[in-house]
Structure formats: structure tokens, C-alpha cells
């Protein structure tokens, strides 16, 4: 997989990053092991091979050990990708958890001694369209009219200011009854 698919935002050798989150190391077993660690988020976290003939299934389930320590909780998926630009192969996912305000994207690069480092990037902001301000800013877009004013004060024809506001219908009307005895 990973083949002329997007690289998600993380195409570039991990170096490039923002933050490294955590470390996994296989353990004993051959398994997948380390601890995430963010200001608000901490966790013991292992990959889960996940089983699938479908080509677009993960490649690991991401679990984390549950607080009382006793079993392992999903928290996400990771997807295998290869960087556009170097051909490098990665994980891609994003940790998810109620008590997370928005899920963590998160990419995992194999280090040469088979570990993966865990890396995190914010986002970059949406660009804002002509008129409205960024979705960071919480601007609305400007009102033209309220409806308190009376019509003759907007910038709409007093006509078509009538009625519900959604025009003239284009559904022929009943059998047996006119426009005027329908809005009576």
C-alpha cells in the first residue's frame, strides 16, 4: 500500500516535525511497545497487527492501557504510506479519546534499530474565503439585513421581501384553487 496515496501532511523525514511525541520499541514478543506523552495526554500505548484482505485496511490498531492497568483500550489506526517525496515508508493515523478535545494526528517513523519515534504536527489553518474571517477568529460574516428594520430600509426588493422569503414556487398549484385562496 502507500503508492501514489497522499502522504497526509507527513511526506517529510521526521526531522521536519514539530514535536516527537513518543517511542515505541518492540519488545520480547516482537510486539510494539512505548509511551506517548503530550502536556494533556499520556499514555502506554503498542500497535496491533490488524487483519485484513481489503487494501485499504490499517495496518495497525493503536491501543493503550486502560488506567486501572487490567486491558487494552483502541484508541485509533494507523494506515502504511510512503512519502511522495523520499519513497520512506511511515504509519498514519490519529489517537482519538473522549477525554481528548480533538483527535492527535500522528505519524510513526521506523528507526534503524526497528523502533518507531511518534511524531505530531499541528494542523495548518484553513485559508479564509473573501469576506468572512478565519474559522480562529470566530468571525461571522456580515448581516444585511436583520429583519428588524422595516423593508423599505433594505437592500432587497419590498416584493420579494414578502411572504417566506424563499420566492415564488415553480410547483404548479392545486386543482382547484388559485394563488389568491392559498395565501388567504
Request: glycine share 10%; proline share 6%; hydrophobic share 35%.
Amino acid at each position: 500500500m502507500g503508492e501514489g496515496v497522499p502522504d497526509k501532511g507527513f511526506g517529510r523525514h521526521q526531522e521536519n516535525f514539530d514535536m516527537n511525541i513518543g517511542t515505541l520499541k518492540a519488545n520480547a514478543e516482537g510486539v510494539h511497545i512505548g509511551r506517548i506523552t503530550t502536556l494533556t495526554f499520556s499514555a502506554t500505548v503498542a500497535l496491533r497487527a490488524f487483519e485484513s484482505t481489503n487494501e485499504r485496511a490499517p495496518k495497525f490498531d493503536l491501543m493503550a492501557l486502560s488506567a486501572d492497568r487490567r486491558s487494552w483500550v483502541k484508541i485509533g489506526a494507523l494506515w502504511e504510506y510512503s512519502s511522495n517525496e523520499t519513497g520512506e515508508c511511515f504509519l498514519s493515523g490519529q489517537i482519538d479519546d473522549p477525554s481528548l478535545s480533538a483527535p492527535i494526528p500522528v505519524a510513526m517513523f521506523q528507526q534503524n534499530d526497528g523502533s518507531y519515534n511518534v511524531a505530531w504536527r499541528r494542523s495548518k489553518p484553513k485559508a479564509s474565503l473573501d469576506g468572512f474571517g478565519s474559522e480562529s477568529e470566530g468571525a461571522l460574516p456580515p448581516l444585511t439585513a436583520t429583519g428588524d428594520e422595516p423593508a423599505s430600509d433594505r437592500s432587497v426588493d419590498s416584493a420579494a421581501a414578502t411572504g417566506d422569503g424563499l420566492g415564488d414556487s415553480t410547483a404548479p398549484a392545486p386543482k382547484g384553487k388559485t394563488r389568491a385562496s392559498v395565501d388567504a
